[in-house]
């Protein structure tokens, strides 16, 4: 038995026993204690502290962080929404959205308080809050907790300018030595689980944060290899497609540069994106129990992504063959287990007793690579 499955039965066991609160206080002054070792441990290491000044550097000026090109929306349209549909949800949005009702509505005379991790610009939060708003949920807030003041800033300006202060409340920290304050009814993170360092720390103090009794973990985000770059045996078939396409699809928009070979970039070299992407399956299937997890895509995310899908028209009925074709063997590659998925929506919770739905054949185990390798 984890040591987390021991902690979930002791917490059952304090909540039926009304004597969780005085658990609680204990184990707050713990996590202070445990919280100033996290700091110390980073916080005069020359290496992180050049990456947190690439990291507010990279996203300052970014005000639109989850932009795709166009290539991507008819991938998706056509392939991963009628997926997600099967869950009960049709985007990424729509996915926070409609698991948050679900924890609203197991105690809807409550005040709800959620916070989200690496929340950027808020936007997303916002649109969240937004859609709960529509549905006739008022009674919540959500906490954005991000690194850089720049893109708080912003989400405390969007926030006045859609008259939404109260449900949107901006907090300037870093995740990789965070510790709750408060019991969460929810933890959030959209696509901010691979910029973290302190995988094991944060991750742990998610499982202490989250309510006992319906808390959960919800998130969006990377799960492939760290940098974002492929394992061998998923490379080995984006080359393969690579070598098909004429040099005017193999220009990088991000990167600004002409790939005619294919270049297998560690995105983390500098900064944080991806620094430990493949680490985020294990350590979360160590700590919690899968709710919900649906799994996707790999071969095919080069050729969608913001770095070279600008290449590719809509319009062209190449273009969308070769899509098509591409994504046909990145699914049976998948579904075989001869490579990974390296996307996911999931929720978890600290509750091994509920029955986790997943994608048949693709559950939280089969889809975790099991070598240890960078």
């Known amino acids: 038995m984890s040591s987390h499955r021991f902690t979930y039965i002791v917490r059952s066991i304090l909540v039926a026993t009304g004597t969780l609160d005085v658990a609680r206080k204990i184990r707050s002054k713990l996590g202070r204690q445990l919280s100033r070792k996290a700091e110390k441990l980073i916080e005069n290491d020359p290496e992180y502290l050049a990456r947190v000044a690439a990291e507010i550097s990279t996203f300052e000026n970014d005000e639109v962080v989850h932009d795709l090109p166009s290539i991507f929306h008819y991938w998706s349209n056509k392939y991963l929404l009628p997926t997600i549909q099967t869950f009960g949800f049709a985007h990424p949005d729509d996915f926070f959205i409609k698991q948050l009702v679900k924890v609203i509505d197991t105690d809807p005379a409550e005040r709800v308080v959620f916070i989200s991790i690496g929340a950027g610009n808020c936007d997303t939060e916002l649109r969240?809050?937004?859609?709960?708003?529509?549905?006739?949920?008022d009674n919540f807030s959500i906490e954005c907790l991000d690194l850089n003041p720049t893109m708080l800033a912003r989400g405390r300006d969007l926030a006045r300018e859609h008259g939404m202060e109260r449900h949107i409340i901006p907090v300037e920290g870093d995740f990789n030595k965070w510790k709750a304050a408060r019991p969460y009814h929810a933890v959030l993170a959209n696509q901010s689980l691979h910029h973290v360092l302190q995988l094991e720390y944060l991750f742990d103090a998610i499982?202490?944060?989250?309510?006992?009794?319906?808390?959960?973990?919800?998130?969006?985000?990377?799960?492939g290899r760290n940098g974002h770059r492929r394992w061998p045996e998923a490379l080995s078939i984006v080359e393969e497609y690579w070598s098909e396409l004429p040099s005017k699809y193999k220009y990088n928009h991000q990167l600004k540069r002409q790939e005619d070979v294919f270049v297998n970039w560690d995105c983390a070299t500098d900064g944080f994106e991806g620094i430990r992407a493949q680490d985020i399956m294990p350590l979360l299937s160590e700590r919690f129990h899968f709710d919900l997890f649906v799994p996707f895509a790999n071969v095919i995310t080069p050729f969608i992504d913001r770095g070279f899908g600008h290449n590719f028209d809509v319009r062209s009925q190449f273009d969308l063959l070769f899509i098509d074709r591409v994504h046909s063997r990145d699914e049976s590659e998948i579904r075989a287990g001869r490579i990974g998925p390296t996307q996911m929506f999931a929720v978890l919770s600290a509750d091994w007793t509920r029955p986790t739905q997943c994608i048949e054949g693709l559950s939280p185990e089969f889809c975790t690579r099991k070598v240890d390798s960078s």
């Open 128 to 137: 969240v809050a937004q859609g709960l708003i529509a549905l006739g949920y």
């Open 207 to 223: 499982f202490d944060a989250i309510k006992p009794v319906n808390g959960v973990l919800i998130t969006s985000d990377m799960i």
